[in-house]
């Protein structure tokens, strides 16, 4: 199945989330999306993690990419990121 290796660095970069190491949890997402264009689940967690790491026109750019993708986003979410820009 063409999902399974990014599936494989989306889930271990939600274990590297939970366990608050963001720079890992980011190289994951950043990875299964280099693999899979169209994880909008990794566009999404990847914009929570820039976030974190108050990288926050890239938390922006990849919340608006998961949108755009079709992810259900609450626009109060966009909202949060564009008052720190």
Do not use: H, W
Not at 10 to 36: H, P
């Amino acid at each position: 199945n063409i999902r399974v290796q990014p599936n494989l660095y989306f889930f271990r970069g939600i274990a590297f989330f939970e366990m608050k190491n963001n720079e890992a949890a980011n190289t994951d997402f950043s990875k299964a999306i280099e693999l899979d264009p169209n994880y909008t689940e990794a566009y999404y967690n990847r914009s929570q993690v820039n976030f974190n790491l108050k990288r926050y026109k890239n938390s922006l750019d990849d919340m608006l990419k998961a949108k755009s993708l079709g992810y259900d986003v609450d626009p109060a979410m966009i909202d949060e990121i564009k008052k720190e820009l």
